[in-house]
């Protein structure tokens, strides 16, 4: 990386402005100095991975949409604050994390916001998939059935390195916990899991074992 | 499939929605909070709603007595409307949630039902201004119509089998003004497919109120709703949520919204860190002071806390908050003279609420704010912010 935090070369354009791949950290420290643009681009860089995540912790990919503006309205909000180099997306992911699970107050805190978000525009590749998206909530929605038997912070680390496959050093600095709590939380959460249902971990019968564990 | 639970595969927003999200991000982060515009639908709504109090007292003027306003208001009522009666009211259910099945997909809707057939709502949130009556686009303000005594007794008997279905997972709530503890201790957990994402209908039980709660995945610990209790919760969130839809007319005595006018506001003063009560009355106008001078003020003080990084609440410093419960008439007394200081910008078009000074570091600002009573003889806070 150079001295002014470019990395490699360019690698894409927006509007006028030849742009290159800026660092997280770089996008970051920029932010925090009020750079909206900088900020844009965190925003079109996580969006994706946060949306995912918040659809994989509340089952509806139209609250995990809102949720995705809520967290970054959040970041946005907490911009002064300091954090390790490259670790803005598990900073993101604890926001998140917060967000949905105090999901009642951050949606009332930020409902004047979300009133202007502008209604949908069509759009007929999304419509396509419409009906996998809604067999994508009703699987979402027999797993966080199983998930919710868990305490919520064993919920939280599962979800962190389970599904959206954060390192342990991550999940700790998203959750603000010890990187060794992780750990053991997420030992407990697969402990339980395999009580809830033993034939869970054995690879070729899991998604057959889930679906019988839910419609039992 | 990843971790040890099947979970569906990770998909984009659509690029444009991507698109949208990323304009109102940077729109929201650009404007100072107190220059935020309202939506243009907004403004015309306020314009209609200043159509209103010139009509309103032209009328009054004119000698009509009733003076109905037909859309819900933001703050105190124009001079001379007429307020709601009767003025006190019993209490049948207080139901408060976020719906899922309106057309935009989540509106924070509010609703008390008295036994005399009075049910008083409120909607948040976007698509607010597809209801006709709303205030603006971001509330309906509160809204009033009126059940007959068989409409409030279908009411009844659905929460009453709710609740017997719901029975593990009740507890008891003071019934008073405080904002009632959210995640709830014991919720029932609903999937996504719900017709509320979370919420919580509490019924009068003696000196307390009795609440089941609900909440979909990922917030707190719970217990999967049964089928059973799944259908008598959709019943309920749609017989208080949207009860035009399933009440035939015979259970209907005023099915007309009209806007719900308190009798009395309560009228209060938040600052952090805590002031005396002389400093904050120092900080409003002479004649607002005054008023307020002449009121019992109940002061109470508490935590003031804020969600970060991982963990659970933080405390960041302490907060204050005087009170004083005033008769509109007194209200519009306080809030006259305020008239030139900015409003909340946290509030604004949701709630009346003038900022007194700016907030200290990231603690929050003072203000004081205007807070409708309801029939049952409680206000209660307006979230905005």
Redesign the interface.
């Known amino acids: 990386m150079s001295a002014d935090g470019f990395v490699g070369n360019p690698t894409f354009v927006v509007g006028h402005e030849r742009a290159v791949e800026l660092d997280d950290s770089v996008l970051w420290s920029r932010a925090r100095s009020g750079d909206?643009d900088a900020?844009?681009m965190l925003?079109?860089r996580h969006?994706?991975t946060i949306?995912?995540y918040c659809?994989?912790?509340?089952?509806?990919?139209?609250?995990a949409?809102?949720l995705?503006?809520i967290v970054?309205?959040e970041a946005?909000r907490?911009r002064q604050k300091l954090l390790p180099h490259g670790k803005e997306l598990p900073?993101l992911f604890?926001i998140a994390?917060?967000v949905?699970?105090?999901?009642?107050?951050s949606?009332?805190?930020?409902?004047?916001?979300?009133?202007?978000?502008?209604?949908?525009?069509p759009?007929p590749?999304?419509a396509d998939?419409s009906d996998?998206?809604v067999?994508?909530?009703?699987?979402?929605?027999?797993?966080?059935?199983?998930?919710?038997?868990l305490?919520?912070r064993e919920?939280e680390v599962?979800a962190l390195?389970?599904?959206s496959?954060l390192s342990y050093e991550d999940a700790a600095?998203?959750?603000?916990?010890p990187v060794g709590t992780v750990r053991s939380r997420l030992s407990r959460a697969?402990t339980r899991?395999?009580e809830l249902d033993p034939d869970?971990?054995h690879?070729d019968e899991?998604?057959q074992t889930?679906?019988e564990a839910i419609e039992r | 499939m990843r971790g040890d639970v099947s979970i569906p595969p990770s998909r984009d927003l659509p690029p444009s929605r991507l698109a949208q999200r990323r304009e109102h991000l940077l729109s929201e982060i650009a404007l100072p909070h107190s220059r935020r515009p309202l939506p243009r639908r907004g403004l015309l709504a306020l314009a209609a709603a200043a159509l209103i109090v010139m009509v309103g007292t032209a009328s009054a003027i004119g000698g009509v007595r009733d003076f109905i306003l037909d859309r819900g208001f933001i703050g105190l009522p124009p001079v001379g409307a007429t307020p709601s009666t009767p003025e006190n009211g019993e209490l049948v259910v207080n139901w408060v949630g976020r719906l899922a099945t309106d057309p935009v997909h989540g509106q924070f809707v509010r609703v008390w039902l008295y036994a005399d057939g009075r049910i008083i709502w409120s909607r948040a949130g976007r698509g607010s201004g597809l209801i006709p009556e709303s205030a603006n686009e971001l509330t309906s303000g509160y809204l009033e119509q009126r059940l007959a005594p068989e409409g409030v007794e279908v009411v009844r008997s659905e929460l009453a089998r709710l609740f017997e279905l719901g029975r593990a997972h009740l507890e008891t709530v003071a019934d008073d003004s405080t904002p009632g503890p959210f995640p709830f201790g014991s919720p029932l957990l609903v999937p996504a497919g719900h017709s509320s994402f979370f919420g919580s209908v509490e019924v009068p039980g003696g000196d307390e109120l009795v609440r089941l709660g609900w909440y979909g995945y990922g917030g707190p610990e719970g217990t999967p709703a049964t089928p059973e209790q799944l259908a008598a919760l959709r019943r309920v969130d749609v017989l208080l949520t949207d009860p035009a839809s399933v009440l035939p007319s015979s259970s209907w005595a005023v099915r007309k919204i009209r806007a719900y006018v308190p009798s009395h506001y309560e009228v209060c003063m938040d600052t952090s860190p805590p002031k005396d009560v002389s400093q904050l009355l120092s900080l409003l106008p002479t004649h607002a002071a005054d008023v307020l001078r002449g009121k019992s003020l109940k002061g109470s003080e508490g935590d003031l806390v804020e969600a970060r990084g991982g963990n659970d609440l933080v405390v960041i410093g302490r907060s204050a908050t005087y009170c004083a419960k005033l008769t509109t008439e007194e209200a519009r007394n306080v809030a006259g003279p305020l008239s030139g200081l900015d409003q909340e910008p946290n509030s604004h078009g949701v709630i009346l609420a003038y900022r007194l000074a700016d907030p200290v570091g990231n603690l929050s600002p003072t203000s004081i704010r205007f807070e409708p009573y309801f029939p049952h003889g409680q206000y209660t806070r307006t979230d905005s912010g």
Request: charged residues 30%; contains cysteine.
């Open positions: 909206s900020f844009g925003f079109e969006a994706r949306y995912n659809f994989h912790r509340v089952g509806s990919w139209a609250v949409e809102d995705v503006s970054f309205l946005w907490r900073w604890g994390t917060n949905v699970r105090n999901r009642r107050r949606e009332r805190r930020y409902s004047a916001a979300l009133g202007r978000v502008p209604e949908p525009i759009e590749t999304f998939d996998q998206r067999d994508d909530e009703e699987l979402i929605g027999h797993a966080l059935g199983l998930l919710a038997r305490p919520r919920q599962f390195c389970a599904w496959e600095i998203a959750l603000g916990i697969r899991l395999r869970i971990g690879d899991r998604m889930v679906k």
